[in-house]
């Protein structure tokens, strides 16, 4: 078995929007027969959510940033006090801790531990036409050991009668194709649109394991629990992409690492919002609007950003395509004009320029020494196989003119091009 801590690099979509599949096993009554005050029902399937949704409302955010066991208004009910959830502060997906649970070789004993959110009011979130959706999710963190085993569960179940007995709405088990060691959101969200009514919606985190044996890594951990209702709000994040960018931009732009930048609704002010970007390979941040990371390997990242705002919830998501073959170079062609300098820069790959800066400089004088920036100025997007024209207002000079036009995005390689042209009053030939 891999030891705890290893990441493999597994370079897939982690906002997969299937959920569940629906498990009925014997597990599942042995479970509820070791604590006959859990009635476990069958597991239901959430339905898919599209992660572009805008504008929720939350109604139950933990990251378990406060370091308490249990949270604030929760419960803890242990069976094995050697195994049982506990603050982590080594592993999570936002700083500074998660919640976890580790069976090692000092646990011994069964372990039936349930974390438990308080009492959550749904009701009161319901729309005039009782058609707002509610939804859950959280980021898991565990390997293919506690997935697999026969001997560990990690469930999660709703009770609407103070606990008395729970219906499972998620489980790891029988779970594939997630990122080992590193923080997910694979097969979320989970549905709860059903509970909208509800006034007491209590929701149950257990860990189970029903042997005695001392294991190596049978371990567990959530971070960033989020519950949140659709409903009119003019509150939405945006987080940019998709980005494509070539691997050695990443040290050509300053900080070093590839630059995401995001955005909130106008009006609302993006600093007093909580960010937290995940960068799809482990890592995560909660720099508002533009942030940089670094990537040790190319591959296809999935990009996911969360903002709120008071109670207000947005989240959204993108992919990188970070790829090391160089693109082709862009094209730069300075034009005859008539007033000020005319030009056009080509991108002829397959690959969107993105913050191209760009500046027009002539060198004037017999000796061609006297510097003069005559334009500059900036393209959002240029896009694969696209021409744009830039130019310059009119300026002063006579005679045989250098001209340098310089190119610079950043995501892929730029370019500096020299030019000489002939200038006539407001007439400018260009050649070679």
């Not at 399937?45 to 109604?59: D, H, Q, R, W």
């Not at 549905?191 to 371990?219: C, H, K, P, W």
């Not at 395509?321 to 693109?327: G, H, I, Q």
Request: with cysteine.
């Amino acid at each position: 078995m891999e030891k705890l801590g290893k990441k493999e690099n597994v370079l897939k979509i982690i906002c997969t929007l299937l959920c569940a599949t629906v498990l009925f096993c014997s597990s599942f009554t042995a479970c509820a027969q070791t604590d006959p005050k859990k009635l476990i029902q069958p597991i239901q399937t959430p339905t898919p959510l599209s992660y572009e949704a805008k504008g929720n409302v939350s109604i139950l955010d933990e990251n378990f940033s406060v370091g308490s066991m249990p949270p604030s208004g929760w419960t803890l009910n242990t069976t094995n006090a050697d195994g049982t959830w506990e603050i982590e502060s080594t592993r999570y997906h936002s700083i500074p801790n998660s919640a976890s649970v580790w069976r090692g070789s000092d646990c011994h004993g069964l372990q039936n531990e349930w974390l438990t959110t308080p009492g959550l009011n749904f009701s009161k979130y319901v729309n005039p036409d009782h058609t707002n959706k509610i939804y859950m999710h959280f980021w898991w963190y565990t390997d293919i050991y506690v997935v697999q085993h026969s001997l560990i569960f990690v469930n999660v179940s709703v009770s609407t009668n103070g606990g008395t007995s729970w219906t499972k709405i998620w489980t790891t088990k029988g779970q594939s194709g997630f990122p080992q060691y590193n923080f997910s959101l694979w097969n979320m969200p989970i549905a709860l649109s059903d509970y909208r009514n509800e006034s007491n919606v209590m929701i149950g985190f257990q860990f189970y394991s029903n042997t005695e044996e001392e294991a190596i890594a049978q371990y567990f951990a959530i971070d960033d629990i989020l519950i949140w209702t659709t409903g009119p709000v003019n509150f939405s994040c945006d987080v940019g992409g998709p980005y494509k960018w070539w691997w050695s931009m990443q040290l050509q732009y300053m900080p070093i690492g590839v630059r995401f930048h995001g955005q909130v609704s106008p009006g609302f002010n993006p600093f007093l919002c909580h960010w937290l970007w995940d960068f799809g390979d482990g890592t995560t941040s909660q720099l508002p609007l533009t942030t940089w990371h670094y990537y040790d390997k190319t591959g296809l990242y999935n990009i996911t950003l969360q903002v709120t705002y008071g109670k207000n919830v947005s989240f959204d998501n993108t992919t990188l395509y970070l790829f090391l073959m160089p693109p082709p170079d862009l094209g730069v062609k300075l034009k005859t004009s008539f007033g000020g300098l005319q030009a056009e820069i080509n991108n002829p790959g397959e690959y969107n320029a993105t913050n191209v800066s760009w500046s027009m400089k002539v060198f004037l004088g017999p000796l061609q020494m006297r510097e003069k920036i005559v334009a500059n100025g900036n393209i959002d997007d240029l896009g694969n196989h696209t021409t744009v024209p830039i130019k310059s207002n009119y300026f002063f000079g006579f005679g045989r003119i250098h001209v340098e036009i310089m190119v610079t995005p950043e995501n892929i390689g730029g370019i500096d091009k020299h030019f000489y042209a002939i200038k006539i009053g407001p007439i400018i030939l260009a050649f070679s």
